[in-house]
């Protein structure tokens, strides 16, 4: 239950439509118009109506930017200033309603149709964005008012029907279009690496690590060419071949503790664990502090059930960086399989501290809640089980409630949730048509 760390399981860039998006990111003038005017006479007004918006005086933010945007028609309209800010603080709805009335108050600008559509892929919402990226691919070709604003959604449209292409797997679409965004800026580095990926699918390998090495020149943080390719013929079944481009990898870049890692992930996978823990060990040698390289290496040696060493590494994991949850999780699952019954408490409090933290609509709550179940099962307190089972069942993992009620029930003859276990197991049984 190793989570994802960076190199191997972050190889390919995303379908992200949005470029320069500001979600979830501190906001700035320079973020708010940036990309509509060169000069910066207009920031400190822009930056008071940021800090009225942190204040959360709303129409004093929205007055001083309808202000701004009457004294300069460059400036993109107030709306899209405003969701902005609204999705800097991840408040979706807000920025929703200014976008929609945007797109009525400005029915030439094609700003909001690009925020929106962004949003709308996000949600993976492919055909409402394709809808979105069209319109706002025919509103950028009318567009005279602004030149700086007019390249940047040039760009934002070439991204986003490329990534609706790309979802759709649609290559030679996907192609033709970022081959329009590289036109416009040819030193785009993930453009590059969604290039990489699009000619690989259109079985031209060569010319992908071409695109693949272009973007580590521009981008020293772009994944390593090799692996880029390695990783797409993994995925394609072809592990010889990605076997031999690791290797490759490797030979390249020898003192790259994050290439290390990457194939350290690439062997565990292919359950090669001997190459896999010489590997990461060498990667630990270049860079002793790092966190990706603990969870890796404890993750390998959890697998080849050196439960010591998998506690050691994941445990310096979890002391360096106590909120990691790849970490915490991985500790509690090692912890439980110790003859100590210090170290089997200690996992229980972890799996529950991991539970009360991540709860629903947490990307990690099933992984808690499944890594407590276990936990509770090998303690046997069969009561926490069924109240986990149930909370699993609540949230829709059926498959993983039955299991554990098969297997609480068929080895505990009496616990005081036992009658409560029953009738669940029968329920998911019947819905899943097994009869009672």
């Not at 989570?3 to 700035?28: D, E, S």
């Not at 592990?239 to 031999?244: F, G, S």
């Not at 050196?306 to 912890?335: C, I, M, W």
Request: net charge neutral.
């Amino acid at each position: 239950m190793v989570g994802p760390v960076r190199g191997w399981a972050c190889l390919l860039v995303g379908f992200a439509a949005v470029q320069g998006g500001v979600a979830h990111a501190q906001v700035t003038a320079q973020t708010l118009i940036g990309k509509a005017v060169s000069d910066d006479s207009q920031n400190k007004e822009i930056n008071n109506a940021i800090s009225r918006f942190r204040d959360r005086d709303i129409d004093g933010c929205r007055a001083i930017l309808e202000r701004a945007r009457s004294n300069n028609a460059k400036l993109p309209p107030p709306g899209v200033m405003m969701a902005t800010l609204w999705l800097s603080v991840n408040q979706l709805g807000p920025a929703r309603g200014e976008l929609e009335d945007t797109a009525v108050k400005f029915a030439a600008d094609p700003e909001p149709f690009l925020m929106l559509g962004d949003l709308a892929f996000q949600d993976r919402r492919i055909t409402d964005a394709a809808v979105l990226f069209e319109k706002a691919t025919a509103l950028t070709a009318a567009f005279t008012e602004n030149a700086k604003r007019k390249r940047d959604f040039d760009i934002r449209c070439h991204a986003g029907n490329a990534a609706v292409a790309e979802a759709r797997r649609q290559w030679e679409q996907a192609q033709k279009h970022l081959q329009g965004w590289l036109d416009l800026d040819p030193d785009n580095a993930s453009a590059r690496q969604r290039m990489g990926i699009v000619l690989f699918n259109l079985g031209k390998e060569q010319e992908s690590l071409v695109q693949f090495k272009e973007a580590r020149k521009l981008d020293g943080k772009a994944v390593q060419p090799e692996l880029a390719l390695a990783r797409l013929y993994d995925e394609a079944k072809k592990r010889d071949t990605a076997k031999k481009l690791i290797e490759a990898a490797i030979k390249a870049a020898p003192n790259d503790p994050g290439v290390l890692l990457a194939s350290a992930q690439w062997y565990l996978g292919q359950n090669d664990l001997e190459t896999a823990k010489v590997t990461a060990e060498n990667a630990l040698k270049l860079d002793p502090k790092s966190l990706d390289g603990k969870i890796v290496r404890g993750a390998i040696a959890r697998v080849a059930r050196d439960y010591r060493t998998a506690e050691k590494f994941f445990n310096e994991a979890h002391v360096q960086s106590p909120g990691n949850f790849p970490a915490s999780n991985s500790l509690a699952l090692v912890l439980v399989e110790s003859d100590d019954e210090a170290a089997r408490q200690r996992a229980t409090e972890m799996a529950e501290a991991n539970v009360a933290m991540y709860r629903e609509n947490s990307p990690q709550q099933v992984n808690a809640l499944t890594t407590l179940a276990w936990v509770y099962y090998k303690r046997l307190t069969t009561d926490g089980a069924y109240y986990v089972s149930k909370l699993l069942a609540d949230r829709g993992e059926k498959d993983r409630a039955r299991k554990i009620l098969e297997e609480v029930l068929a080895n505990e003859p009496m616990f005081a949730t036992r009658p409560d276990a029953v009738d669940l197991l029968a329920r998911l049984k019947k819905e899943a048509g097994g009869g009672n």
